[in-house]
Structures are given as structure tokens and as C-alpha cells.
């Protein structure tokens, strides 16, 4: 029987409050990642991405950059992080997308990263420097045979003609950066910025909108469920695993403060 | 065989603009205006009068007869290191400065490595009464502090990066990401022929001015308007852009870039990206760069900051790939020893940069009556440290054949 891509599935189910959580895979230590999804997934939290390190990560503030270049000292990979979820597998029933930078996905070669993406059940890909027109024209039905989600960014400045061609070629959710920001830099959301997320909503896209970027309290995650599908936490949920150096007190901290009491 | 870049931003299978979505309002703004500014008349004129009033062009083509006589062949240099701020920078900087202006930007940024860029930066700026924030990785800052400070004389804020491996990758990627927080009012002045499209066929055409000045040179010093060969050194690649640019389509010139090899390609302890670099994407641009099996990019090793990149303009990929150009590695040593001998015949003090070039004379096949002109990018003051180093060191084996 051929199984249902996990997001798929979860976003035909819910489509309001979602909430995401980030993390670099190989932060703190190179097998972290077990410990950091089943937590992450027993927390309740809705899908993960699991980000694999680049020597360069240029659209990422410090938290970002700071555990990238931990990652890559302790060893991790693209194809050891695959290899570890594949291994993991059976325990794991939450949707999981990768996130990082094109270069290493070159290198391992684009076919070759589908493949084993597809085998260790990956529902997604999220590719900052990974334009729509070279997806378009290069690998959208690689992406469709491997039944993978290509997950792309707009950002406020982006022209709604651009929003368009992005959820045509798009699938699973549009990745809403909630300004033209690096990743964990902003304090509260304005004005400008909710009229642009409701602006994403009266689009009638085919995809719905994940707000990301800068969701680190109470209210910032409010303002992302209230003008969006969803919200995707990053630096804020790193810089707790940083104080706490577990995922299950990580996520227990973050909860507090975003005043979440327990699973959502 | 077309070796401008097309409408996608491609020289080939390289380039291309590969950026993170909250870069793509900035660089399609500048991808769809410079063109049409940068042939504006207006433009012209005012670049025209900028290069000859501050910048000091027509750099001159001179002959050396001492170097020609200990290479065989008739050697010309192109002597950039005499134009303001000590190297060809100020050609780059001088137009997109008026780019930024015709485009209301009000803030400049740019990365530096050795700080040549830096400078020349900061120096327009203070013309113009620009501000303008230079990153610089803090490697460079504590090797380079003469630039660092002429930066600050000149106004510039200077941001120590201390990312990754605190050079000029760094300062690279520092500099973007203070674009993305910064988007509006800001230029981004990227000081070689890297990154997205259009900065390499924009930085490459600004540098253009180096070959368009040889052909008329060589016409009335030669009575023809092409060498036999040209010589220049590749970091990334902005010299070699400009003086290569407008030979590009005749077959007769012979183009040879110097890479920096550092302490030698097999050592991996260099900066070599097309001898020992495999296709990747650096700074938004698919091109020739060092990186492990896993895709992580390397850091760069040379004697000159100015060199030490771990990619190269993808204009140079392709030249390379298509075999247009030759690309040849010149070790750190050999630089050292370039530099010497030209220092004691023709008496110029090139900078480290610019001594792999004329080190190159040696890598290749010249014949006596062939004329060769190698580019001296920049003059070597700031690299005296390097220098009296190695002379109070091992010693350097071509100033001892010359004072014997």
C-alpha cells in the first residue's frame, strides 16, 4: 500500500493553529535528533522541520548560524540526519520537512536526496536559495514522483503576482517570513505586518500561509494563528535548547513561553 | 561561443541569481535597472569624468624592459596600482556608487578581505557624503589594520565578523544578511565579480574600462589593438573581468588567469577554487568553489587577503570550462619571488595580489616577439609586512640572482 505524505494528510485534517518547531539537526550533540523529535512530537507540536547545517546559512541570524556551525563540528550531515529518521522511523508519526541550503543537496545530488528523503519518510523540503523558476524548470516532477512537498517563502516585499506563481508551483503551505528579516531577529509583529499576513488570506491561495520568523511569545504566536494557519518556531525554541540542553526541556520552556499549558 | 552572461543571469551552466526570497525584491530591482542606467548617457559622462578626475584613468600601459628581457617576451603591465586608493577597486566602486544614487539607495555596504575594497568604499562615500558600513571578518581586521584604519579616517563604520572562519566569506555573508534587515535604502556594493545576478556582469562591465584602455594604448604604442597574451591574477575575479573583458571574442589574445595556490593545490591549505573546486553554489552564484564531500564550503588559504576565497566570479568558470581562458595556480612562495624581481627591475612594489600575475609570465609559453600585458591590480603597501618577512627570513632567491 502506498502511504499518505504524513502533511498531507495532517493539513487536510487542521488547518488552524498549527504550530511547528524547528531545530538543527546535530544541536547539541550529532544524535540529538531522536531525542529532540520525540519530544517534540510527544509535546503535541504539529509538524517539525528538521534543518540540516550549512557552512554559510546567509538568510539566518546568530542562534541559527551559532548551532549550524556546533552541527557541522559534531559530524552531522544531510545523509546522516536521513539515515537517523530513517533508523527512527517506526516510533515517528509526526510530519517531518527538511529545511536547508541548496549546496549540500547538490552535492549529494538531487535525484539521490529525493530518493532517500522519499525512503526515510520526509514529507517536505524547504530550500531558502532555491528560486521557484530553477524548481520549476529543473526539478518540480522529480519532487512529484518522490511525493515531496516543495514548501516556499514570501516575504512582505513579494508581488502578488510572484505569490500566485509560488502557490501554483508550491504545494503542502506557503511559508509566510513575517518580515524581510534573517531568521530570530524580531521583537513584536506591527501593523504593517498583520495586514500583510490577512492580505495572504484574502488571496484564496490553493496552499495555506505558515507565519515563521520572529514567533518567540504569547503574543507574536497569537498574531500568527489569528492572521494565519499556522505558526513555525525557530530561533526561539534553539535558544531554550541551548539553556536546557534537552529537547523535552526545551520544548516544556518554550511552551511556557508562549503561554501554551501543555499539548496543544 | 558567447561569453556575456543572458537574460537568466548564466554565463553558461554558471551564475544565476540563487537567493533566499527576502533578496529577491532588491536584486530583481537592480537586474531589470542596471542596463538601462549604466547606458544612460548621463551615466557615461558622469563615470567618465569620475574615472579621469578622481580615479586617475587612463591608468598607463607601460613597457618593461628589464622584466621582458628576463621573461622573452615583450612585456606590458597595466598599472591599476596607480590609480586613487592604490588598486583597480576604485573602477567598481567610482559606478556603483553612481548606480546606488540613480537608484536612491542612501546607504552603502560592503564586505572586504584584504580591505582594498574597503577603502575604496569608504573613499567614494566620503566624496559623495554617503554613510556606509563596511564587514570585514576579524582574521582580516587584526592582519590588515593599516586599511582598517584608513576606513575609519575616512568615515566608514567598520563591523568586525566574527562567523565561520572570520574572513572574507564571512564578510561576505555578514554583508547579505544586513541587506535582507536593511532592504530599502541600502546598496549592497559588492567589490568582485561574485554573488547573484547582476553584480558579476555589473562589476565585470565597470572593470571593462582595463581592456578597452589597453586596445587604444597598444594602438599607439604598437600600432594594433591586441596583445598577444593578457595576464591577471583571480580571487574573484574582478581585475582578470576587466582586463580579459572586451578580448573575450578574439581568439588571437591568450587569456591567463593566476590563482592563488597558496602553499600548493595539493596541500589543501589554498584558494584555487577552479583547480581544486567542484561546481557548488557560494553567495548565490553557481560556480567553481572549495568544499568537502558533504557540500560545506572550505575556507580559503593564501599569502594574499585579497585572494583568499574560496569561489570565483562564474564568468571565469566558464571561461574555463569552455576553454577560453587558461587558469594557472601560483603558489605563495612564487608570488613572494614575483614580487622581488619586479620590485628590483622595474622598480614597483606590486601588491601580493598582483604578484601572482606577474609570477604567471613564467607558467606560460611566451615567444620573443610576442607582446604580453600582465595587469597590475593594486601597489604593495599593504602587504610591506609579508614582504620584509620573507626577505628577513629563508631569504628570497631572485633578489639574490639580481644583486649578484
Known amino acids: 500500500m502506498k502511504h499518505m505524505n504524513a502533511l498531507t494528510n495532517l493539513l487536510e485534517k487542521k488547518r488552524q493553529n498549527l504550530l511547528s518547531v524547528y531545530f538543527t539537526a546535530g544541536y547539541p550533540h550529532k544524535d540529538s535528533t531522536t531525542e529532540i523529535i520525540s519530544s517534540l512530537q510527544d509535546a503535541g507540536v504539529d509538524f517539525l522541520e528538521a534543518g540540516f547545517p550549512f557552512s554559510d546559512p546567509l538568510a539566518d541570524g546568530p542562534v541559527i548560524q551559532q548551532t549550524s556551525q556546533q552541527a557541522i563540528t559534531n559530524g552531522m550531515t544531510l545523509d ?65 514522483s518522490y511525493d515531496l512537498h516543495m514548501i516556499f517563502l514570501v516575504t512582505p516585499e513579494t508581488s502578488e503576482q510572484r505569490i500566485r506563481n509560488i502557490d501554483r508551483l508550491g504545494s503542502g503551505f506557503i511559508y509566510a517570513v513575517s518580515s524581510s528579516s534573517t531568521t530570530g531577529r524580531q521583537d513584536s509583529f506591527s501593523d504593517r505586518q498583520k495586514q500583510y499576513l490577512r492580505r495572504l488570506q484574502k488571496m484564496n491561495l490553493r496552499n495555506p500561509v505558515i507565519t515563521g520568523f520572529g514567533i518567540h511569545s ?30 523535552q526541556k526545551a520544548i516544556t520552556q518554550l511552551f511556557g513561553q508562549l503561554g501554551l499549558a501543555g499539548p496543544v | ?58 591608468t598607463p600601459l607601460s613597457y618593461a624592459a628589464r622584466l621582458s628581457e628576463h621573461t622573452g617576451a615583450r612585456v606590458f603591465l597595466k598599472r591599476e596600482d596607480l590609480c586613487h586608493t592604490g588598486s583597480h577597486k576604485l573602477n567598481n566602486v567610482a559606478g556603483q556608487i553612481l548606480l546606488a544614487k540613480r537608484m536612491d539607495k542612501r546607504h552603502i555596504i560592503a564586505e572586504t578581505g584584504a580591505g582594498q575594497h574597503g577603502v575604496a568604499t569608504a573613499t567614494v562615500c566620503a566624496l559623495m557624503g554617503l554613510p556606509c558600513t563596511i564587514f570585514m571578518g576579524r582574521k582580516d581586521i587584526a592582519r590588515q589594520q593599516p586599511n582598517v584604519m584608513r576606513m575609519k579616517m575616512l568615515g566608514a563604520r567598520v563591523i568586525p565578523v566574527s562567523s565561520g572562519t572570520c574572513t572574507l566569506k564571512d564578510a561576505t555573508n555578514e554583508a547579505i544578511r544586513h541587506w535582507i534587515n536593511n532592504p530599502s535604502d541600502t546598496h549592497y556594493l559588492i567589490g568582485s565579480t561574485i554573488g547573484p545576478h547582476p553584480y558579476p556582469d555589473i562589476v565585470a562591465r565597470l572593470q571593462s574600462v582595463i581592456s578597452l584602455e589597453i586596445k587604444e594604448q597598444l594602438v599607439q604604442k604598437e600600432e594594433r589593438d591586441f596583445p598577444d597574451h593578457v595576464i591577471a591574477c583571480v580571487g574573484g575575479g574582478s581585475n582578470a573581468a576587466g582586463s580579459f573583458y572586451h578580448f573575450l571574442d578574439d581568439r588571437r589574445v591568450k587569456l591567463t588567469g593566476a590563482e592563488a595556490a597558496g602553499e600548493g593545490t595539493g596541500t589543501g591549505r589554498t584558494a584555487a577554487s577552479l583547480l581544486t573546486g567542484s561546481p557548488g553554489i557560494i553567495h548565490g552564484c553557481r560556480t567553481m568553489l572549495m568544499q568537502d564531500d558533504h557540500g560545506q564550503i572550505k575556507g580559503a588559504h593564501s599569502i594574499s587577503a585579497g585572494l583568499d576565497y574560496p569561489g570565483i566570479g562564474p564568468l571565469h568558470a566558464h ?26 627591475l622595474e622598480g614597483i612594489i606590486p601588491a601580493l595580489e598582483s604578484a601572482h600575475a606577474v609570477a604567471a609570465l613564467k607558467k606560460i609559453k611566451l615567444l620573443p616577439h610576442e607582446i604580453a600585458v600582465v595587469t597590475l591590480s593594486g601597489r604593495g603597501d599593504k602587504d610591506m609586512d609579508a614582504y620584509m618577512e620573507a626577505i628577513d627570513g629563508a631569504g628570497v632567491e631572485e633578489t639574490k640572482k639580481i644583486d649578484q
Not at chain 1, 538531487?110 to 528523503?117: I, L, P
Not at chain 2, 532588491?26 to 548621463?42: G, K, P, R, T, V
Not at chain 2, 569552455?322 to 601560483?330: D, E, F, K, P, Q
Open chain 2, 1 to 58: 561561443m558567447n561569453y556575456s552572461v543572458n537574460k537568466k543571469g548564466f554565463y553558461g551552466e554558471f551564475g544565476g541569481a540563487w537567493i533566499p526570497e527576502m533578496l529577491h525584491s532588491n536584486i530583481e530591482q537592480l537586474a531589470c535597472n542596471y542596463i538601462d542606467i549604466m547606458e544612460s548617457e548621463d551615466f557615461k559622462q558622469e563615470l567618465d569624468s569620475m574615472l579621469k578626475e578622481y580615479v586617475g584613468r587612463p
Open chain 2, 319 to 344: 571561461l574555463h570550462k569552455s576553454g577560453r581562458a587558461t587558469y594557472t595556480a601560483v603558489t605563495d612562495s612564487e608570488a613572494l619571488q614575483a614580487a622581488m624581481l619586479l620590485t628590483r
Open chain 1, 218 to 247: 504569547r503574543n507574536t504566536l497569537r498574531t500568527a494563528w489569528e492572521n494565519s494557519s499556522g505558526a513555525i518556531i525557530g530561533s526561539a525554541y534553539l535558544k531554550a535548547l541551548m539553556r536546557e540542553g534537552s529537547g
Open chain 1, 80 to 144: 546522516c540526519l536521513l539515515l537517523q529518521i530513517e533508523k527512527a522511523r517506526a516510533g515517528i508519526t509526526i510530519p517531518i520537512v527538511l529545511m536547508g541550503y541548496l549546496n549540500p543537496v547538490m552535492q549529494t545530488g538531487m535525484e539521490n536526496f529525493c530518493r532517500k528523503a522519499n525512503k526515510a519518510g520526509i514529507s517536505g523540503v524547504i530550500i531558502p536559495d532555491l528560486p521557484p523558476d530553477q524548481y520549476e524548470a529543473r526539478y518540480l516532477d522529480l519532487f512529484k
